[in-house]
């Protein structure tokens, strides 16, 4: 009951509270592009905090169900690293004159739905998850990389210092036991992955 009680909590932080960030906000302040540019900006940024709230939902899930103690601290340390990144795109959005997707809490309760399950299938697995997920997650920031304007630094810093986390906690998932996932589960992962982030381009 106290889990569940926590998790409560957690979710109802992460989507309704202003995300709180422990580390300053990467790049300079103050650059804004072009209208064109402004709203290519802010959907690729909109998509990067729906993916911080389904982040935040994967992990509380996995963390809900996890077995060994220490997994469950490594999954709550990497969900409080993750919301750094929410805090900095929610800013972000906020310095372009953009919003967050209205579909944030489907976003969160799905992910907490699919993080809850890879918990049930055994730590190792769960950890596995969560390696696989980073590691397309760092693709999908590689993409945006490219679509930035080169004048927008706030943007690129954000995203090159998101990238850089996102590789760490990979690493960490697969440094604590972290197994592979089967290709089907991979595949399934990218097409769940690409229907987010397609819808909270524009919703």
Known sequence: MDQLLVSADRALRALLAPAQASRPTPGPPGTVPEDAERRSTAS???V?????IAAQGLY?????????PATR?????????ESDHLAWCEQRLKELNDRPSLLD???????????????VAGDRRSLGFVAETERQVERHLDGHLEQIPPGDARSRA???QMRADERAHGDSARAAGGESLPKPVQS???TTARIMTTTARWI
């Open 48 to 52: 990067n905090h729906a993916g911080e």
């Open 188 to 190: 399934l992962m990218r």
């Open 105 to 119: 809490p489907l976003w969160y309760a799905g992910s907490f739905a699919i993080g809850a399950l890879a918990g």
């Open 158 to 160: 954000i995203i090159e």
């Open 60 to 68: 509380h899930g996995q963390a809900l169900t996890a077995r060994n």
């Open 44 to 46: 690729l940024m909109r």
């Open 73 to 81: 601290a490594l999954l709550e340390q990497a969900a409080r690293e």
